[in-house]
């Protein structure tokens, strides 16, 4: 009884614009550069692998099945710059073998430093599910798998959500199997599930790695991993980037005819199967409760947030764009509110990372800096252009107030301000 | 191992990077126990023996330098040209004892960068090392930079050793596109009739490469070294902030950039002072254009530095910017970081390549300096992150590395000669 739970995450940030102290204007994006990043991913990775998987669900009669998180800020990029992606994700989402996760409309890392962003964020990407595929999603899945009690405690308050994923590392788990269903300490109805982190990245990382002993990967030696599991466990998390396929792993390994042949041989055992992760934890029962105390990730090896604030340059950007939440969200102004949202993708603070600096690693994939300090020198002029547009509204608000109570009319709706924006914008 | 090394200046007498690298050097491969007998230019005429000078300047620790025996020519000191002009006159067709063919092209061209009249003096420079050659014992021939290309290679035929020759700079990287033919020349020469050549980086490898015609496989990257000097930085709560350049102000260097940087600086912060500290052909220029700007009362002008006062300058700054058009090396950048100071690199220029804890800028862009200035003065977390990653890699350019590098080619060139 081994259930294979495939999880993908889809995810492109809003990339910066080489942006100086000079500039004066609002626009902070590299349309460009993210045009060209995207259509390229869509080419290799999103279109062939999503194609593939509907093949497979159509072939399989849907015993093969899957799950994907799609971030609000990637669905915003394939609408202007690949609709064709949108549409076969729409597909996919139609063929009722899909599941489709919640996570944070911005890939944030809201959960760390203002709860109230974070559920506002996950309320978004709820909308934007709902509007693209209509699901609702059931499953939570934070950036990068961040976790910890408390954002399990604050994920089960909302009453959404019917359980969690994490990352199922050893030096976290312990002598603890990541192939049972958990629940988070304190949570009465939120389950959790756990990456199996071996076999996630043996095709993730290891595969077409040829100094890898078990090198070349084939479905049938997966599949006998698979089996393996039968008897010590009821489901084998596979959670990885989609860019895996494609991107990470270029077609010439042979990651596309490996998805292709994987679930024939997994299927070969009748105790097998494919489940979403919501089938998985109406499948089984929960087998322990889980204390995780501390933040873990699914990044690096360390499986920690270093990779996002681990030097003096991350953690002061990061209290830097937090610390400005109120003035934004006090300026009602919907174009502000979303700039500063795009700032907070975790993906801007990754590219300050110093860790492997000299290694040029995984770290350097798709960054469009020359070095982590460059990007947050980008990154605070461009902080610093938002700040400025908040105290030039909040300013010349407070300003009319004052002269709108001295001629004791009331002052202009909000409402009015931001639709005017808004069309303006449009 | 007995090396013949001839070299143009040696500290306390220098004007540029090129007497540093070769006291560091020289210093770590005597530690390693190599031999060496070291050719400088002499003092004017009736002078004493160079090797007095430098010790009774309390340069040269004994132990440290016991493997090497300093030997002078006795021609004058002044490679580089001073603020107050030089003269150009050149002896025409100068007969020299060593024969080398390269004399009949070294008559003419511009002299600005260099001091008095260079030709002759490397002339003179060159019979007398050749001389002195003649009376000594070695295995190989090491000649830093163009100057003492002629003499090495004459030294090399009467010899039989094999001559490798060190470039730590070329003539594209002083003068542009618009080089001195004559000088051209004798480099072209001396790095063609090398056994090996060493360049301080890739970037200058490839100048070789590019201008000069030497295929690749002949030459050798070896990144020169710093001393550290554990100095701390007096972190005093002064009010202004100030950004220090530290070289001759000369077109190589792009002095008209950092100052053109500062001023955009000043647009958007005032509590910023600029240093220029060095001399040079360009400094009435430079402060004539800080005055144009408007900005002279915010650019200091120190001239030319030594010793205490580099370190003190140092340890005043909050930010070192080398804004260089082209810079082989750049050893004053590693020191600024050994001696925690941020900095901010040409990337037209070696240590750019070979250092990650640094920002670095295209010298014509000026607005991208600014606002990497702007950004350090600004963000503390930036300053110290650049401050001690900065220093710790800095520190990993020992010369003990280059030294042994430099023994390792030795030993190559050798065997194959």
New interface residues.
């Given amino acids: 009884m081994a259930a294979v739970c495939f999880y993908f995450q889809v995810h492109q940030p809003f990339r910066l614009r080489n942006y ?3 500039e004066t204007d609002s626009n902070y994006y590299d349309d460009f550069k993210n045009s060209q990043i995207c259509r390229k991913v869509a080419d290799k990775c999103y279109l062939p692998a999503n194609r593939l998987i509907l093949e497979l669900i159509r072939r399989y009669n849907g015993k093969f099945r899957v799950a994907y998180s799609i971030t609000g800020v990637l669905l915003e990029q394939l609408e202007k710059y690949a609709p064709d992606v949108l549409y076969t994700f729409k597909e996919l989402a139609d063929t009722g073998c899909v599941e489709f996760l919640g996570e944070t409309y911005h890939h944030s890392l809201s959960s760390l430093y203002s709860h109230k962003e974070f559920l506002d964020q996950i309320d978004l990407h709820t909308q934007a599910i709902e509007k693209h595929f209509a699901q609702k999603p059931k499953i939570f899945r934070n950036t990068e798998l961040i976790y910890n009690n408390q954002i399990a405690e604050l994920i089960e308050s909302t009453g959404q959500f019917d359980a969690i994923l994490a990352e199922g590392a050893d030096h976290i788990l312990g002598y603890k199997s990541p192939n049972f269903i958990y629940q988070p300490l304190r949570c009465k109805k939120l389950k959790l599930l756990l990456k199996n982190y071996k076999l996630s990245d043996d095709i993730a990382f290891r595969f077409s790695n040829q100094g890898w002993a078990e090198w070349p990967l084939r479905a049938p030696k997966f599949a006998q991993w698979v089996n393996a599991v039968n008897g010590c466990g009821y489901t084998v998390n596979l959670f990885m980037d989609y860019e895996t396929f494609g991107e990470h792993q270029w077609e010439s390994t042979g990651i596309f005819n490996f998805l292709r042949h994987l679930p024939g041989e997994i299927l070969n055992h009748p105790d097998n199967s494919f489940k979403t992760p919501s089938e998985v934890i109406q499948s089984y029962p929960v087998c322990e409760t889980l204390d995780i105390p501390y933040t873990i990730s699914w990044a690096d090896i360390e499986r920690d947030v270093s990779a996002w604030l681990g ?3 991350q ?2 950007a990061l209290t830097e764009v937090y610390k400005i939440e109120q003035m934004v969200k006090d300026t009602a102004d919907s174009g502000i509110i979303e700039d500063w949202r795009k700032l907070l993708t975790s993906d801007h603070f990754y590219y300050m990372c ?1 860790k492997w ?2 290694d040029g690693d995984v770290h350097k994939y798709f960054n469009p800096y ?2 982590p ?2 990007s ?2 980008n990154f ?2 461009v902080l610093d252009n938002l700040c400025s547009r908040c105290k030039n509204i909040l300013y010349t608000d407070s300003r009319q107030l004052l002269t709108a109570k001295k001629a004791g009319t009331k002052r202009a709706s909000r409402k009015n301000r931001d639709r005017d924006y808004v069309s303006e914008r449009n | 191992m007995k090396v013949f090394m001839l070299g143009w200046e040696f500290p306390p007498f220098i004007s540029g990077g090129l007497g540093t690298a070769c006291y560091g050097l020289t210093k770590a491969m005597s530690r390693q126990g190599t031999k060496i007998t070291f050719v400088l230019p002499g003092g004017n005429d009736q002078t004493s023996d160079f090797m007095k000078i430098l010790t009774a300047d309390g340069f040269l620790n004994s132990e440290e330098f016991k493997n090497i025996t300093f030997r002078s020519t006795h021609t004058a000191l002044n490679p580089y040209a001073s603020a107050s002009g030089v003269s150009t006159s050149i002896e025409k067709n100068v007969e020299t004892k060593s024969g080398s063919p390269i004399w009949q092209t070294a008559s003419s061209g511009n002299q600005k960068h260099y001091g008095g009249d260079v030709f002759e003096k490397v002339q003179k420079y060159t019979s007398n090392a050749t001389q002195i050659a003649a009376t000594e014992k070695f295995n190989i021939i090491h000649a830093h930079d163009w100057m003492t290309f002629p003499a090495a290679i004459a030294a090399s035929e009467i010899s039989g050793k094999p001559a490798v020759v060190h470039v730590h700079s070329t003539e594209f990287d002083r003068c542009g596109d618009y080089v001195n033919q004559a000088i051209y020349d004798i480099e072209r020469y001396g790095m063609h009739k090398a056994h090996k050549i060493i360049a301080v980086s890739n970037y200058t490898k490839n100048i070789i490469i590019n201008r000069y015609s030497v295929p690749a496989e002949k030459i050798k990257v070896v990144y020169n070294g710093v001393e550290s000097c554990g100095a701390t930085r007096n972190i005093s709560n002064k009010r202004d902030k100030i950004v220090l350049y530290l070289g001759r102000i000369t077109f190589q260097k792009g002095p008209e950039y950092f100052i053109a940087a500062a001023k955009r600086v000043l647009e958007k912060m005032s509590n910023v002072k600029f240093v220029i500290a060095g001399d040079g052909d360009m400094t009435h220029r430079m402060i004539e254009y800080a005055a144009y700007l408007g900005i002279g009362h915010k650019v200091f002008f120190t001239r030319f530095l030594r010793g205490q006062n580099v370190e003190r300058v140092y340890r005043m700054s909050d930010l070192y910017v080398m804004p260089s058009v082209s810079e082989p090396f750049g050893i004053a950048a590693l020191e600024a970081m050994i001696n925690n100071v941020p900095v901010i690199l040409s990337r037209q220029s070696g240590i750019a390549e070979a250092v990650s804890n640094a920002l670095k800028v295209n010298f014509w862009d000026v607005d991208e300096m600014a606002d990497k200035i702007a950004a350090v003065l600004k963000h503390q977390p930036l300053r110290t992150m650049l401050t001690e990653n900065g220093c710790a890699e800095a520190g990993g350019f020992r010369w003990d590395n280059s030294a042994a590098k430099v023994n390792e080619i030795y030993r190559q060139v050798l065997a194959c000669a």
């Fill in positions: 100086t102290i000079f030097n003096p340059m953690r002061n110093t600096f000299s020359d070095s300090y460059d947050y020198i605070m002029n």
